[in-house]
């Protein structure tokens, strides 16, 4: 007998989970407490410019992962987009991730990539011969004048914490290169859907199978009416927070728009703590095959979520891990549940991860349910920070 399913959130785990299953004709329920689809890779065409804005901040699609390229692939036509970011320090505009532009253009040298790395080498701290934060990492690899201009303030802004708190896999995002490769990402397929992520989404969950019912909250009385639940909220939430909120950073837009262009390219990250916004994205720049008169920007801030705030990082620092602990236990006792997603597991995820782990779930659902096992509470692993 086919099951009943239902499903919190329609951004891509849910969409991704459903599909798979309707496809496989299951009856597939999927409810959303916002009044749209497609989580915070959301977009929306600007009222008076027409430009396509991340209504949730830029999202840009990267991945090695070519199932999960054909899937978006088969549901958009995906364009060609290269990543490429600009910082603005102490006056001057670099190029990002650091290459070997912006080392002859920080150090006013003109060296070859050899030569570059050399230099670098000899920047960085060799006492240092096991970072384990974000500081370390930094003054092990660039050294300190890198360091100070390009990845200390901003991730003061970023993560209200001091890198020397931080973990060095957050650096670790970010590559430095010897030659003048500014591309952001190291990944082999990168693109933006051509008419952007809703319609992508859209198409994820057009089918007969799914039902998707938009301004309504999750009740736990809901789980009764179905054989399985597939949940991407909080996993806080799902628990009433009865160890407290798990701790996120949550970003504030400023928007702005204008005739003409502002900055000249999408992504113009702002490294000092003097200027108390992160980045200015602007976001006809995503869509750069398209052409716009007018413009719209958004100006970035990051800083704690509070409890009616829209949560994006989540911080994943000692004291937020054992406080995850206590909720993943907690899970692991509910039946007939699975904990999906970005916010389902706590983890900070990449649009193409989201999408693997998703398609890995709705497989080891149908594999439990051919089996007769039970579906465990969480596919992924849970407890590793960062
Ligand atoms: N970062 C930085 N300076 C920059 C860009 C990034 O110090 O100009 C740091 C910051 O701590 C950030 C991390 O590198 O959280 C990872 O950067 P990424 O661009 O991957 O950030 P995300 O995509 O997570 O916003």
Redo the contacts with the bound molecule.
Sequence with gaps: MKKNILIVGAGFSGAVIGRLLAEENYKVTIIDSRNHIAGNCYSARHKETNVLVHTY?PHIFHTDNETVWNFVNKHTNMMPYVNR?K?TVNGQVFS??INLHTINQFFKKTCSPQEAKALIESKGDHTITEPTS?EQQ?LRFVGKELYEA??????IK??GLD?SE?PAS??K??PVRFNYDDN?FNHKFQGMPEEGYTPLVESILNHPNITVKLNTQFEKSDKQKYDHLFYSGPLDAYFDYQFGHLAYRTLDFEEFSQQGDYQGTAVM?Y?ETSVPY??ITEHKYFAPWESHEGTVCYKEYSRLCGENDIPY?PIRLVGEMTQLEKYVALAKNEPAITFVGRLGTYR?L?MDVTIAEAMQTAQLFLDAVANATPMPAFTCETGQAH
């Design positions: 901040g970011v910082a990002l991730p974000f930094a390009f990845f200390k303030g901003y991730t970023q993560w890198p931080l957050i650096l995002r970010l952001y990250n490294c992160t980045r990082y900070y990449d």
